[in-house]
């Protein structure tokens, strides 16, 4: 079974231009995240979709930043213009719809985002 | 707010020794528990899990941790450590929202010396 796949890997940009990163979740997943950990600090959550729609997105940190999740399938993530605190490594998780309760999150390798 | 605190950035241990790996939370209510592993080119591995019942989990990988709810802590051991643990460990707090937000400290990263 494939896990969950991000690209690019790494991706470097020049401030104010445009990012897009993607995510495939594992298939079936109803629940897809977006975590980021900037400059060695903590993986923070950015925003939770359930199939197509945003369940919360209480930590996007700006209006720069949009997600989408077309289809229910796979999601974007755009960041534009891209600033220079928006480095760091941005983590895509998925997991299936089970009630209310907490289950296992299975993580992508993470987009390192380098912006000059 | 919820938080959690990793105290330990970098912690370097022989091959074969002991290690343990120290987290403290802050949160109201009864936390849900987890600690995850990211080795290089990797994504984050979860290693184990606490959500009730007895405060010392068994993980992957010969792992384990001790929910100490008097300390505010979940620290992570292991009696023998391998060369392939070398990673970066992140303790995480589940909040009680009926789903996966986690909550994260900033990580420790393991070496292990030969």
């Known amino acids: 079974e494939a896990g969950v796949t991000q690209f690019p890997s790494h991706s470097v940009i020049e401030k104010g231009q445009t990012v897009t990163l993607r995510c495939d979740p594992i298939?079936?997943?109803?629940?897809l995240y977006w975590y980021r950990r900037v400059m060695g600090k903590e993986i923070k959550f950015l925003l939770h979709?359930?199939?197509?729609?945003?369940?919360?997105e209480s930590g996007m940190p700006n209006n720069r930043f949009l997600a989408e999740r077309t289809g229910g399938t796979y999601s974007t993530l755009k960041v534009q213009p891209a600033e220079l605190e928006d480095s760091g490594v941005y983590f895509c998780?998925?997991?299936?719809?089970?009630?209310?309760?907490?289950?296992?999150?299975?993580f992508g390798s993470g987009t390192q985002l380098s912006v000059l | 707010a919820q938080s959690v605190t990793q105290p330990d950035i970098h912690i370097t241990v022989s091959e074969g020794a002991s290690l343990e790996l120290r987290c403290n939370y802050s949160?109201?209510?009864?936390?849900?528990l987890f600690w995850y592993v990211q080795s290089p080119g990797q994504g984050l591995q979860l290693l184990l899990k606490?959500?009730?019942?007895?405060?010392l989990v068994q993980g992957i990988k010969g792992f384990e941790a001790e929910f100490k709810r008097s300390q505010s802590s979940f620290n992570l051991r292991k009696p023998s450590v391998h060369w392939s643990d070398a990673a970066e460990y992140f303790c995480?707090?589940?909040?009680?929202?009926?789903?996966?937000?986690?909550?994260f400290g900033t990580g420790t990263r393991l070496l292990v010396s030969p």
């Open positions: 606490y959500f009730s019942g007895d405060t």
């Open positions: 298939s079936g997943h109803d629940n």
């Open positions: 949160y109201g209510a009864t936390p849900y």
């Open positions: 979709f359930v199939k197509e729609s945003k369940q919360d």
């Open positions: 998780a998925s997991s299936q719809v089970r009630g209310g309760s907490i289950e296992k999150l299975f």
């Open positions: 995480a707090v589940g909040l009680n929202t009926g789903f996966q937000k986690l909550v």
